[in-house]
Every structure is written in structure tokens, then in C-alpha cells.
């Protein structure tokens, strides 16, 4: 078992992605959700700054890391492993095994109450962060298929049969993998996204679906990734969703039963800004 270091006892209260300072000059018990008063130096809103605005410069994440290290914050190891080229994986599951340190570092991320993550679910993190970046344009939709590689692909998956049009796009986004970790149908989990996690689940996804199996190809491998907000209709009516998948080694962009249900290992996208004005799917 690898020996984690302890965080500090200093502690703040977030709401909807503020820090403060809790009350307790009462006896009641700390309030659930904490963040630690870090999250207040200039710092580290500075450091967090640099982050957020080149996501793909490793040394700022760096940087933070080595701030977060000083305040004894365990998601400071978790940064400069994900950013090592040979990271320790021992370590990162062992830093990922505490849901609560996740839930936290998530709610930051997202600017929401801890509280109001579901018990037992989790995000898949990248480079310290529950958000992945990603910045690429596409000349088509069929482009952008083309650009994932994929060992597979369904034919009915076409810009036509998803309602999107078909023109230029350019993504620049960061995108969330929200793992609700039990049997879930689709309108609950986008439910969850939308209205707990404030999250962008739009009817154009499937181009960021897209981005991510081009970026990120390797995370395929996984488990399987898919996008509710884009729902094809086939001429008897029925809705299906893109999904990638991987099976038997071979990398896969598929389509799923909207109203099966999904297994509790699959993932969902979603995006944690919304990069395009377009129209959300009613549910």
C-alpha cells in the first residue's frame, strides 16, 4: 500500500464554484463539501489561471503542482504523475481510489457544490484535472469521422441521420468523461450532467465526440465513451447514440440503443463550457 501525505486541517465551503470561509462559531459540524483555503491565495488563482488558458503547456499544470505540494495537497502528485512520461500507475490508483478527494478536486473543476455529485460516481481525470482539452477543426463531418482512424465505424452514423449540419466547425472545449457508476438510462444521466453537474449536453455532441476519439485515442481502450446529445433516428423510428467503443483490439465508433439502458462501466461525454450556440435536445 503507498503512503499518501495528509492534507491540511485548513478549510473553506464552496458554493457553485466560490470559495468561503465556513461558520463555526457554532456547534454545529463543519459543513459537508470543504475546500481548502488554498483555493484563496492569489497564487494559486493565479497558477490555475495559467492552466485554464493553455491547457496543453505542461508546465504550468507543473507549476501548480509544486504549489499544491506545499500545502500538503495530495492532487499535486496527482498532476505530476499524469504529466510524467513514465508515470507511476501504482500511485495515481491509489491517489484515485479516494472518491471523496476525487469529488472534490472535480467540484473545483467544475465549478459546483461537492454535495450535489452523486455518491458513487466519478471522472475520469487528465493531467491532475477532470476535464479534457481539446482544440482541432474539421472540413465535414465525414472528416471529422475520418480523422478518429477507427478500426469500425457504423455505416448509419452521418451528419443526415443526427440532425447536424454539415459545414466547417472548429472545437475548442473542454470535455468531461462522467462515469455515474450503475445501470443508468439515458435520460437520467443526462439529467444528472445538465441539471447536478451543469454540464453541456448538446444535439451537435457527436462532433465532440469526434474531437475526443481523435485526441485521445488511447482512453478508448478503457471502457466504452458515449454521447447522449446526439440522437440518430433510423426510418422506423428508432434513437440510437455514437459511442466509441473498443473490443477484440480493434477501435470502434458505433451506435447504441438510446432506451436500452447503459452498463454502470460505461462513461459519458459532456462538455464543461459550451464552445457552440446551438439548440439542446429536449428530454
Same mark, same amino acid.
Given at each position: ?43 494559486? !488563482?493565479?497558477?490555475?489561471?495559467? !492552466? ?5 503547456? %505542461? %508546465? ?23 504529466? +510524467? ?83 466547417? !466547425? ?15 438510462? +439515458? ?16 444535439? %451537435? ?79
Amino acid at each position: 500500500m503507498l503512503k499518501l501525505q495528509a492534507p491540511p486541517i485548513k478549510v473553506g465551503i464552496v458554493a457553485f464554484g466560490l470559495t468561503k470561509l465556513p461558520d463555526l462559531s457554532s456547534d454545529n459540524q463543519l459543513p459537508q463539501g470543504v475546500l481548502f483555503m488554498y483555493t484563496q491565495d492569489p497564487q494559486y !488563482v493565479e497558477l490555475l489561471s495559467q !492552466v485554464e488558458k493553455k491547457p496543453f503547456v %505542461d %508546465d504550468h499544470r507543473l507549476e501548480l503542482a509544486n504549489f499544491l505540494d506545499g500545502v500538503s495537497c495530495l492532487r499535486g502528485q496527482l498532476i505530476r504523475e499524469q504529466c +510524467s512520461e513514465h508515470p507511476n500507475e501504482e500511485l495515481i490508483k491509489e491517489l484515485l481510489r479516494d472518491r471523496d478527494n476525487c469529488h472534490m478536486w472535480a467540484a473545483q473543476d467544475l465549478g459546483v457544490n461537492p454535495n450535489i455529485i452523486p455518491p458513487g460516481s466519478k471522472f475520469e481525470f487528465h493531467k491532475g484535472f477532470a476535464w479534457w482539452p481539446v482544440h482541432t477543426s474539421f472540413h465535414s463531418f465525414s472528416a471529422a469521422i475520418a480523422a478518429g482512424r477507427y478500426d469500425h465505424i457504423d455505416p448509419h452514423l452521418t451528419a443526415s441521420s443526427l440532425c447536424i449540419e454539415d459545414a466547417p !466547425v472548429t472545437i475548442d472545449a473542454k470535455l468531461v468523461l462522467y462515469a455515474p457508476s450503475r445501470r443508468i438510462f +439515458s435520460e437520467a444521466a443526462i439529467w444528472e450532467m445538465r441539471r447536478r453537474l451543469n454540464l453541456h449536453v448538446e444535439q %451537435d455532441q457527436s462532433w465532440e465526440l469526434c474531437a475526443f476519439g481523435e485526441k485521445y485515442p488511447d482512453v478508448q481502450g478503457i471502457s466504452s465513451c458515449v454521447a447522449l446529445g446526439s440522437i440518430c433516428v433510423d426510418p422506423r423510428g428508432r434513437r440510437s447514440v455514437p459511442y466509441l467503443d473498443y473490443w477484440d483490439a480493434r477501435r470502434k465508433l458505433y451506435l447504441g440503443d438510446w432506451g436500452a439502458g447503459w452498463c454502470p462501466d460505461y462513461r459519458f461525454l459532456a462538455a464543461r463550457d459550451q464552445f457552440l450556440g446551438v439548440r439542446e435536445f429536449p428530454i
